[in-house]
């Protein structure tokens, strides 16, 4: 069970990252996928996610109208497109695979987690 999270980076205000998460066919392909983040001395927090045909997404309000999830089966690759991105969005930004076909809100409802990609936001 491998998820590889890159595309982080360091952006201006105002700017767009997009951030790619790499998940193998065993484990993505029937599973709602999730992206979280944690900024330091935070708890890790939802920002979005995608129900396993593509349809179905939620998003945190603090990221809605700005961030976009997407996800690509023929390469078992989630994507976050972030634009509009403000120095609150700075932290480390995590995909994980839910535990069901869904993608939930909670942390307690994904099972895999990939290590992060590091995305910096300054003013």
């Known amino acids: 069970v491998q998820l590889q999270a890159s595309g982080g980076g360091l952006v201006q205000a105002g700017g767009s990252l997009r951030l790619s998460c790499a998940a193998s066919a065993r484990t993505s392909s029937n599973n709602g996928m999730g992206w979280f983040r944690q900024a330091p001395g935070k708890e890790r927090e939802f920002v979005a996610a995608?129900?396993?045909?593509?349809?179905?997404?939620a998003y945190a309000e603090s990221v809605k109208g700005r961030f976009t999830i997407s996800r690509e089966y023929a390469k078992n690759t989630v994507y976050l497109q972030m634009n509009s991105l403000k120095p609150e969005d700075t932290a480390v930004y995590y995909c994980a695979t839910s535990r069901s076909s869904v993608g939930g809100t909670s942390v307690r409802e994904y099972q895999y987690w990939g290590h992060g990609t590091q995305v910096t936001v300054s003013s």
């Open positions: 995608i129900g396993w045909r593509g349809i179905n997404t």
